[in-house]
C-alpha cells in the first residue's frame, strides 16, 4: 500500500498536489489555487519563432557564424544576437531565414 509522507504546512513552499500553491511570508501561510500559465497566441508565434530561428542558429556553417559575427560589428552585439535580431521578425512574418547577412538587402 503506498503511502504518502506527511507535509509539513507550516513549512511548505511552493506547489503541492498540482493545484494548490502555499507560500510563506514571515509567519503567515497562505494556500491559494495554483494558476496555469495560459499563453495568448501571440506569445505562442514569438516563441516558436524565437525556437526556429534558435535552432538554425545552432546548424549554421562555421563561416555564416563568423559572417554574422563580423556583420555590423560597430553595434557591440554578438552574431547570435545579430541574427536573432534579423530572423525572429521573418519567421514570425512567415518569411525565409537569411543565413548569411550577405542575403540581406541593402
Known sequence: MPTTPLIDVLTADG???????WSRLGIQVTRRPYARSTTTPSQRLWRNAFRTADMVWRILSLADRQAWNAYRSWTHLTGYSQFMRVNIKRQA???PLYTNPDQIPI
Open 15 to 21: 506547489r503541492i498536489a498540482g493545484s494548490i500553491m
Open 93 to 95: 512574418s512567415g518569411l
